[in-house]
């Protein structure tokens, strides 16, 4: 039996090992993954991303736990952008989400390739088509935002939470166009520290401040103490009341749409890229651009228009 075919039959071992597959970049796991995409599309996505050390993973191990008790399986793509400085970041979330290691309902992966070809959007893309093939009904996505990665990242998902804590004004004065523009539900974590009320007062009269039009979904800001459990059913509530809306809303269509041309787009852009560094390679192409440059006798223009045409020569312009 081919990967693909055993991870749609719910097998966890050869989930993991097409994961790693994907890690490695091996050529087969395209095999396997195009043989699985058209059976994926059952998942849903949630995005959690917020400042480091917000408490993203003890609340994403609260919500597990919250989305088993309703009977549903939950896949997890931890994505640790931090490594380099952190190191036990990834230790860490293994740690806190320990207790659903020996549940075969709930399935971790920790994904730290930054710098892969495609980046981490596209191998945060793909870990989810497998969790989503493997029958996982939810699948948490967590991310340290907010850079660019990151809310590439985020766009994969249906719901996305914003966690913030207490005390964090102007940090969220920085930060807020980006923010307040990607989350549908806004988390004060660590809601047993002094000022949660007030962030989460500062944070709701911003979202008031942005006119959402009639008919759209308006985020709300919910308390949490994630390392206690509370407010968690409350956000579990929300989390489905965002994806009642979603998915009976016109928004659904052009998410979809707008996210299988990311997709298609991404693949070609990496696909293309890939196929002129093979075909460079070979000559050293690169290399002498790289010296002409430097003398000035030739443009990086003119050098790219060049190795394009002799890879597609009956290019029409
Ligand atoms: N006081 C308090 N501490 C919390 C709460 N939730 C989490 N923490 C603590 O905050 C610290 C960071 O928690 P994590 O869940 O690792 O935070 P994170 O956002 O995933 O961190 P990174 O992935 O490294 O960005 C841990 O020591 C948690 O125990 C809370 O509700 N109250
Ligand atoms: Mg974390």
């Given at each position: 039996m081919s990967l693909a075919e055993q991870v749609l039959e719910g097998n966890i071992r050869a989930a993991a090992r097409l994961m790693r597959d994907i890690d490695d970049g091996r050529i087969q796991a395209i095999d396997e993954l195009k043989a699985l995409y058209p059976r994926t599309g059952n998942a849903y996505i949630i995005g959690i991303t917020g400042p480091p050390g917000a408490g993203k993973s003890t609340l994403v191990d609260q919500l597990t736990a919250s989305f088993r008790t309703r009977g549903k399986k939950v896949g997890i793509v931890a994505i640790d952008p931090t490594s380099p400085f952190t190191g036990g970041a990834i230790l860490g979330d293994r740690i806190r989400m320990n207790?659903?290691?020996?549940?075969?309902g709930v399935f971790i992966r920790s994904l730290a390739?930054?710098?892969?070809?495609?980046?981490l959007s596209r191998s945060t893309s793909d870990v989810a088509l497998v969790l989503d093939a493997l029958g996982m009904d939810i699948v948490i996505i967590e991310t340290v935002g907010v850079g660019q990665d990151e809310v590439d990242i985020v766009k994969e998902a249906h719901t996305t939470c914003v966690v913030m804590v207490p005390g964090l004004g102007d940090d969220i004065q920085a930060i807020k166009a980006g923010i307040l523009e990607i989350g549908d539900i806004f988390v004060v974590n660590?809601?047993?520290?002094?000022g949660a009320d007030r962030t989460a007062r500062e944070l709701s009269t911003m979202l008031e401040m942005?006119?959402?039009?009639?008919g759209n979904w308006h985020p709300k800001v919910m308390k949490t103490e994630a390392q206690r459990g509370t407010g968690i059913d409350e956000l579990t509530d929300e989390i489905l009341a965002h994806r009642d809306f979603f998915l009976s809303s016109k928004t659904m269509d052009n998410f979809l749409r707008e996210r299988n041309q990311r997709h298609f787009m991404g693949i070609l852009r990496d696909t293309l890229l890939k196929k002129a560094l093979l075909f460079m390679a070979q000559s050293g192409y690169v290399n002498r651009v790289v010296t002409s440059m430097g003398e000035h006798r030739i443009d990086p223009y003119s050098a790219v228009e060049e190795i394009v045409s002799k890879m597609m020569p009956d290019r029409v312009d």
């Open positions: 207790r659903h290691s020996c549940d075969e390739t930054r710098g892969a070809l495609g980046g660590k809601a047993d520290r002094e942005r006119h959402a039009a009639e």
